[in-house]
């Protein structure tokens, strides 16, 4: 019974592209003074920590609604996702220049690019270990 929650495919895929969803509402949104206020002296920065979870999460969610259905996970395969990926997070730093109280920042960027890296090798282990048969 446990397996068959994960085994829809359509499941998968639209958990997968609510998170996208959310990830472009959290980044469309005007400023959180909260993150603002916070120490700049501060060893680690939960926005910071923000950026990496969320695409790290995107990341493994593509493996379980993409790659896990599509045979074999190729290097090619992995490619397609890392250039889209990087499309997919530069673009949602750069338009937030236009959002009020927001700024492009490549710090964001690059932490961005660390969670679908990161995401990779997770997506791959927590793949591995799910039984897909619904059995």
Do not use: C
Not at 43 to 52: A, G, W
Not at 68 to 77: D, S, W
Not at 95 to 113: E, F
């Amino acid at each position: 019974m446990q397996g068959r929650f994960f085994n829809s495919i359509v499941l998968r895929r639209r958990i997968f592209w609510g998170w996208t969803i959310l990830i472009v509402l959290l980044t469309s949104m005007p400023s959180n003074p909260d993150i603002l206020h916070q120490k700049k002296d501060a060893i680690i920065r939960l926005d910071y920590l923000e950026h990496i979870f969320f695409f790290v999460v995107l990341t493994i969610l593509y493996y379980m609604a993409y790659l896990t259905i599509a045979g074999q996970i190729t290097r090619i395969k992995l490619i397609y996702w890392l250039a889209g990926g990087i499309v997919f997070a530069s673009i949602t730093e750069i338009y937030q220049i236009i959002i009020p109280g927001r700024a492009y920042n490549p710090v964001d960027l690059v932490l961005n690019l660390a969670g679908l890296v990161i995401g990779i090798p997770l997506g791959k282990w927590i793949t591995g270990r799910i039984n897909w048969s619904g059995g």
